[in-house]
DNA sequence: GATGCCACTTTGGTATCCCAAAACGGTATC
DNA sequence: GATACCGTTTTGGGATACCAAAGTGGCATC
């Protein structure tokens, strides 16, 4: 893997992981040394986060991006948007046989699994549903928006009564896709996205607060 | 401005204006002496016109992306769910008087408005229809597809029937969208984009050969 | 004439150097 | 103690040097 993809990669992951505040100033010097790289592969991986919205510019220097309540509202609606036609489609397949691909990914986390499976697998079963589409652009759509919504998808993470709720609905979707119910599906995932939206930018502006203690940046709605 | 942004927008005005052909090899090297630039801020450039679907990799190197039909499928889709929703929220705004605005261009173009005007209005109307709804997802989503649907439509933009009756449409749309009437200008809108894409994949399938003999790429659908 | 092979060239990936501008810090002044 | 000023340091933008690998062309061979 070159150098480029490498420092990208772990990049990704540092902020996506919290591992580097929201907010937080970043200089390419620094992520130079940090991952024994040269500045030429580590402006590349700038750039390329800097699309995913993962980072961006303050006045002449880089910013890992702030937890920005008003875009999580934003990104709820453009979800919707997508998602719900990705769904069309997909129940609109003849062979629908891959939702039980889903179910099981659904089906691999109990007590035992590690918070972060329960955060990833939350987020693939919207990417994994979206790409049964077919549709490469719908695809990209969910999982870049999925990206953006990572970071503060961990807070709902924490709370278990909200990940069962989730799941729930999760598995309502999928019986009514594999029904061929198209109308249905996409009501359910409607009701489920808003409801997670408002979930979460709920628990965030409670949790403000405490979010800037630790250091990070929240913008509010 | 910078010299990365000046190779980026100079690029990609040759690309979208079919200075360079689709599919055509592109070197860092020619790039950087056509716009007498360093490396650096072409890398730069490359990177970002990646992201925007204009340029791919063809092994180590670099090609302007082909016009590919199956693309333009998908992305009619991909545009009928983000500018659908755009929309419908614009609809439920108080204030819709912006749609004048967007009338108003229109309206600029007559018999001796020149084709880049008219294909430059064309999308032009549904970006900043889009930018109205006031979600900025929706809004970079609809931009994004447009500037990868830019290149197939300088065929459209050359059939005067075709052209008359998109603005026909365009109008219907607005129409329907300034009385509020968000499911008569949804489905106006769906209709539009989908008929577009309908005579735009016929066209250019028709046109099939004459474009692989000036040498564009053309990939099927 | 077709084909395999080798030397040379070109190319993208990377490291490094230079520069102007911005950020920082210390000091003198009020 | 606050503040304005100036020299130093740091930083991102750009240019360039170097390298390994892929591509190219010509020559020898069959």
Redesign the pocket.
Known sequence: M???QSVEKQLRQMILGLEIGPGEK?????IESRFG?????V??ALLRLETEGLVGRD????TVSPINLAELEQIAVYREAVEVAALHLTCALTDRSAVDVIEAMLDSCDTDTPREEWHRIGMDFHIELARLSGNEFLFRAVRDAMTRLSRARWLEVRDEAALARAWAEHRAILAAARLGDADEAARLLSVHIVGSRDRLVTSLANDRRGLRARGFAVIAA
């Open positions: 070159s150098q480029m970043l200089t390419e010097r620094w790289a040269s500045r030429t592969p402006r590349a006045g002449r220097g880089w």
